[in-house]
């Protein structure tokens, strides 16, 4: 079987895109509230220009949800929201790190 360096990336399973996809989710999610999106910004440093040029860079997207861990009730509003359980977050966080 082939090990997973020499599988073409469009012949990966989309398993391998849930960290990401969930990670946009999550964007998407924490960015709906304007409180809580100016909350991230202030709290993680990060720019509206900076979302919008790296909103597919797992750096960016792991700290989204380094910013949704610290802060429980978050969390689970998120999870709830976009269909998945808090601790598929914390993994998509460490899957993206």
Request: proline share 8%.
């Amino acid at each position: 079987m082939p090990s997973e360096d020499t599988i073409p990336a469009n012949s990966r399973g989309a398993h391998d895109d849930a960290p990401l996809v969930t990670g946009l989710n999550a964007l998407a999610w924490t960015l709906e509230t304007p409180a809580r999106a100016q909350r991230l910004l202030d709290l993680t440093g990060l720019t509206p220009e900076i979302l919008r040029s790296g909103a597919t860079d797992p750096a960016i997207l792991g700290a989204l949800l380094d910013f949704l861990a610290s802060h429980e009730p978050d969390l689970i509003a998120c999870a709830e929201a976009i269909g998945v359980t808090p601790t598929d977050l914390i993994r998509a966080r460490e899957a993206l790190q």
